[in-house]
């Protein structure tokens, strides 16, 4: 069961690396005064055909063959309407993939957000081969984080799989939710 929309996030973004993605963003849109927080991971992988796509909801619907049921979508699909928003996914095959989660922020079954931080490292760390773009808005405020600017600055994509850096990005993302959150 997952606890967290960070969680979720994960589970996305790992969607989006199976279908091969060279360029995966996530963004994290937090709206207190329009009550909304959203998650959306949007990607250049291979897509899914308009067949598939209207499927892809149902719990039955997986191309795994190691388990027979694939929940990571119907399991965020299902947790959005239920915390009053809604649940978007378009594709297109060989163009990307858009997934998209909204909830309404008071919503008393809505998943706390988690640790973003820790979700960004992981991803960035466990998978430098990928252009990651992660950005998190809190009331308008925006911050952004790239591993093509980081790896200019590095000059090497492996030393994304450092603990140094991992932490250092991890560090990046928190202090910026906390800057965000603290209206600076
Ligand atoms: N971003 C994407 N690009 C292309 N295909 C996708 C994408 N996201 C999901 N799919 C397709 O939809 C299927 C269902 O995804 P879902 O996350 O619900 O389950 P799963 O990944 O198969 O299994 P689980 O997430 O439970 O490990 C995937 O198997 C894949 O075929
Ligand atoms: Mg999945």
Known sequence: MLEDLSQHVLDIAENSIAAGASDVSVEIDEDEAGNRLSMTVEDNGHGMSPEFLSRVTDPFTTTRTTRRVGMGIPFLKQSAELCGGEFILRSQVGAGT?????????????????????TVMALFMGHPEINWQYIHKINGKEFSLSTVELIEVL??????????????????????????????
């Open 155 to 184: 000059e090497d994509r492996e030393l994304l799989r450092t603990t140094e850096v991992g932490l250092w990005i991890r560090d990046q993302v928190k202090e910026a939710i906390n800057a965000m959150r603290n209206g600076n």
């Open 98 to 118: 858009h997934t998209e989660a909204v909830f309404a922020r008071d919503s008393i079954d809505r998943p706390p957000l988690g640790d973003m931080p820790a």
